[in-house]
């Protein structure tokens, strides 16, 4: 019987995965990573724990955010949250622009926090290295920490992990994640103030969603990775933008070898972003309106080849966000030109397009009995009434599809990790 509210999250398809509530209290919580369910918190079956679980759910966002403690101005803001202000621009050091999934703005500006004193430390994810397939949360204290975790990783990630140590010391530590991480830590900071200051800066990645195990595995099997490899490194962008995804292994012997190369858009398309999770589908906040700063691709001026040197879109949510951007580029770890508000709408219109969508597939699940998550304040049926008619009309029925081809009703069980 199900009894906690953590387990609930879980099996009713609302989890993100953020990590935070086994972070926090992992003597009662563990994250698993299923293949198909993605990297999800599992409580420990013992009274206790259960009683955990029920302080564990005041810093969880998965059940919805309350868009209305974010100042908002403007249409603009209404539909992507707070823009203070927007660049276009990358980082100055040459190889961490190379390695980035765009400009490496994330990185420098990850960077510019350690050497301005901001911060002694940064939670973020890198691959793990004994297992590339999958990521870890882990905090960075210098240049070349923050470089293994450079570029996109487009699978599981429980970043939020890091809060329990960030809790538990007195180090100030900048968090960079994903806007569903990002909505968890703002949350978190509400429930424990003391977080404010040990978390003096939040940067969100713009994410599409996160596929799973099992969209890892074929995409090793397109780039020619024998099935019984060991792993050495998975790339899935940078080296240029957007970059190629390659992977290199070993064999018994320790050799080591090259996969084939794909492009970043036959590897997102085609094998990848099929393996996103339900709950990443109906998340109506891919681009981080609760962070300080936030970053994505400008895809509005696209690279004319994969290895073409990256450019960041870079958005200022917060007045705390805005200086410390202009400190960055003042001190030249970051290049950037100024941009008008209204640029992540031409940058990222496929996520413009996806929030309209979630009013429409929210609807289509409610209908059916199934819960969704509560998101106060943000204005969904606005974005949704503007698209097309046959936009908003298969975001109805395609949900109905997929809730009986997935049968979306029945609850999540998290196995154990293979």
Same mark, same amino acid.
């Given at each position: ?5 953590? &387990? ?8 993100? /995965? ?18 198909? $369910? ?5 409580? @420990? ?7 955990? +679980? ?26 992507? /949250?707070? #823009? ?39 939670? $973020? ?13 882990? *905090?960075?204290? /210098? ?10 990783? %487009? ?19 900048? =968090? ?20 404010? @200051? ?13 596929? @799973?195990?099992?969209? &890892? ?22 080296? /240029?933008?957007?970059? &190629? ?11 080591? %070898? ?5 492009? %970043? ?5 085609? =094998? ?41 879109? *870079? ?20 290049? +950037? ?6 640029? #992540? ?7 413009? !397009? ?34 097309? !008619? ?8 395609? &949900? ?14 998290? +196995? +154990?990790?293979?």
């Amino acid at each position: 019987m199900i009894d906690d509210p953590i &387990t609930r999250m879980v099996t009713r398809n609302l989890c993100t /995965g953020c990590g935070a509530c086994a972070g926090l209290f992992p003597e009662a919580i563990t994250m698993i990573e299923d293949p198909l $369910h993605g990297r999800r918190p599992v409580v @420990n079956d013992d009274p206790a724990s259960k009683e955990v +679980a029920e302080l564990a759910s005041a810093f969880c966002a998965g059940a919805g955010s309350d868009w209305r403690e974010l100042p908002r101005t403007d249409i603009i803001d209404a539909n992507w /949250g707070p #823009i203070l202000a927007a660049w276009e621009g990358w980082s100055s050091d040459p190889q961490i622009r190379h390695r980035g999934s765009s400009g490496g703005a994330v990185t420098a500006l990850a960077l510019h926090s350690l050497f301005a004193g901001l911060a002694s430390g940064v939670a $973020h994810v890198a691959a793990r290295q004994d297992d590339p397939r999958r990521n870890e949360a882990v *905090i960075s204290r /210098g240049r070349a920490e923050l470089l293994r975790g450079a570029g996109s990783r %487009y699978a599981q990630a429980s970043p939020a992990e890091a809060l329990g140590q960030v809790a538990a010391g007195t180090e100030s530590v900048v =968090f960079v994640g994903k806007p569903c991480d990002i909505a968890t830590v703002r949350r978190a900071i509400s429930a424990d103030p003391s977080l404010d @200051n040990k978390v003096p800066l939040t940067i969100a990645i713009f994410c599409a969603g996160a596929p @799973n195990l099992i969209g &890892t595995e074929r995409l090793l099997s397109r780039l020619g990775v024998p099935s019984d490899r060991a792993i050495s490194e998975l790339r899935y962008r940078g080296n /240029g933008w957007p970059g &190629t995804m390659q992977a290199r292994w070993r064999d018994a012997n320790g050799e080591e %070898y090259h996969s084939a190369e794909i492009t %970043y858009a036959e590897g997102w398309g085609e =094998f990848l972003q099929s393996e996103r999770r339900w709950r990443c589908r109906i998340c109506s906040d891919h681009t981080g309106a609760f962070a300080d700063i936030s970053v994505g691709d400008p895809w509005h001026a696209p690279p004319s080849g994969d290895g073409e040197a990256g450019r960041s879109l *870079i958005v200022a949510r917060t007045e705390r966000g805005r200086a410390f951007v202009e400190a960055a580029i003042r001190s030249g770890a970051l290049i +950037a030109e100024p941009r008008q508000r209204d640029v #992540i709408a031409r940058a990222q219109p496929n996520l413009a !397009a996806t929030h309209g969508a979630v009013w429409g597939r929210r609807l289509a699940m409610r209908m059916g009995g199934l819960p969704t998550p509560n998101d106060v304040g943000q204005s969904l049926f606005s974005q949704w009434w503007r698209l097309p !008619a046959r936009q908003k009309l298969a975001s109805i029925l395609g &949900t109905w599809r997929r809730i009986v081809r997935e049968r979306l009703w029945r609850p999540v069980r998290i +196995a +154990a990790e293979g």
